[in-house]
Structures are given as C-alpha cells and as structure tokens.
C-alpha cells in the first residue's frame, strides 16, 4: 500500500481498516473488493492497490505459517523485488537487502553505483559487502530512508549531501 504515496496516507487508508475491523488476513479474504477499494482510497490506486492486496492475502493464508521464498513472493501479482525483500526482511525477519529510490538516489549521487544498474546488481554488491544480519539490514535500510528524507528530492541536485565531501568510490560499475 506505500507505493508511489505518502506514509500519511497509508495510516489514513490502515485506520480506515481498523474501523471496519479489517486488519486481519481473514476479514480481507472475505471483504468485498469495491469495500476494500474504498478503505485504502487515501493511499491512491485503490482499485489496484484492492485487488494485489487481495492477491498477497490469499498466498499468505495458502502459507499457513510457513516463511515463504523470495521466489514465492515474486510469483504473487503485484510483488517485485523491493516489496518481496521488504516483506522478508521486515515481516518474515530474513536477510534480504532492501533496494528502495532512496538508496538508488543516495549511492548514485555519491557516485558509488551507477544508474543504469539493475535492482538485483545493486542488491548483491550490497550484500556481499555487508554482514548478513537482520538488524544490520534493516537499519541500514532505515537510516537510507531517513537521510534521503533530509537531503534529497527528485526536484534536488542533492548537492548538500553531507555523504558528497567523503571521498567517492567507483565500487560497483
């Protein structure tokens, strides 16, 4: 539900769920799509966003507690790469490097990887220089998350990056 929206609206779109009480995997399956549709509107392309929500709850009921494959994840509509990695590092605790825009932006600007790279180059450089550790990961991911927050837009040449006066580094070509 986060994509190409604000965390302000995704609580606005959750809170919308907490009232209908449908929070649980369970109430979702059984919620009318239009009904669904409707609670996430605040989060913006509510009526994709209802149906690859429908799409991941029936998979993860089909899981049955079982931790799913990043390969499994990637087979459900509406998972690529960043969300199934966000999913297993988050919900599933696995060591999976997330790659979001912020991360992109970041190591681009400061010239360490190239644009054109593919999102799963830039995730095995990332973990094979990295220890494989969910905590580590997970807040790496989030100190990305908060340092593109002060120091870059899309509208910014992020030339106040404090990260720019650090030598740059050509790791990853």
């Known amino acids: 539900m986060t994509q190409n929206t604000s965390w302000q609206n995704v609580i606005k779109a959750l809170i919308n769920l907490y009232q ?6 369970r109430t979702i399956e059984k919620m009318p799509m239009d009904d669904l549709g409707q609670a996430i509107r605040p989060a913006g392309y509510f009526n994709q966003k209802a149906k690859k929500i429908k799409a991941f709850t029936a998979f993860y009921l089909q899981l049955n507690g079982k931790v799913p494959t990043r390969d499994q994840l990637l087979n ?3 998972i690529g790469p960043e969300t199934a990695d966000s999913i297993l590092l988050y919900a599933y605790k696995v060591a999976s490097f997330v790659i979001d825009a912020y991360t992109r ?10 644009d054109h ?5 830039i995730k095995k ?9 969910i905590f580590i990961y997970q807040e790496y991911h989030a100190l990305m998350v908060t340092h593109a927050k002060a ?4 509208k910014d040449l992020y030339a106040k990056d404090p990260l720019l006066t650090s030598a740059k580094v050509n790791l990853i070509k």
Do not use: A, C, M, T
């Not at 209908?20 to 995997?25: F, G, M, N, Q, V």
């Not at 932006?105 to 190239?114: D, M």
């Open 20 to 25: 209908l009480d449908s929070l649980r995997p």
């Open 76 to 78: 459900v509509w509406g």
């Open 105 to 114: 932006r970041i190591f681009v600007n400061i010239g360490l990887i190239q």
């Open 117 to 121: 790279l593919k999102y799963h180059d």
């Open 125 to 133: 450089q990332f973990e094979n220089n990295l220890k494989k550790d």
């Open 151 to 154: 120091y870059y837009s899309k």
